[in-house]
Each structure stands twice: as structure tokens, then as C-alpha cells.
């Protein structure tokens, strides 16, 4: 270990690394955790109220013909 920074680790306080670095960014990684769990939820009951498009190939290749013709 470098002389700087066996210096640094020394004089730093312990308190500070826990209260002042770990504890901040684990509460922003739960925060962002939570927060796409939220969206996700949100996206998954979006998608279970639209209607199945696979059921309508057919409907979607008709579409498809006439805009390629136009």
C-alpha cells in the first residue's frame, strides 16, 4: 500500500466511512431498486390490459400489403 494512502486510512474515522460513504450509496441502490420495481409493475400491468396482437396476424399482414402498395 502506497504511503498516502496508508495515511489516509488511518486518519480517516471509521464513522465516517460508514455514515458518510457505505450508508448513503446502499440507500441510493435500494432507492433505485425500488424504484424500477415500481415501473416495471407499472409496464407489466399496462401490457396485460392491451389487447394480444398475435391473435391477429392475419390483420397485421393485410395492413402491412396495403401500406407497402401505397
Not at 496508508?6 to 446502499?26: I, K
Amino acid at each position: 500500500m502506497s504511503p498516502v494512502l496508508s495515511a489516509f486510512m488511518r486518519e480517516l474515522p471509521s464513522w465516517f466511512l460508514v455514515c458518510g460513504v457505505f450508508l448513503p450509496v446502499t440507500l441510493l441502490l435500494l432507492l433505485l431498486i425500488a424504484y424500477f420495481r415500481i415501473k416495471l409493475m407499472e409496464v407489466n400491468e399496462e401490457l396485460s390490459q392491451t389487447p394480444d396482437r398475435q391473435h391477429n396476424s392475419e390483420d397485421n399482414s393485410s395492413l402491412y400489403q396495403r401500406m407497402k402498395r401505397t
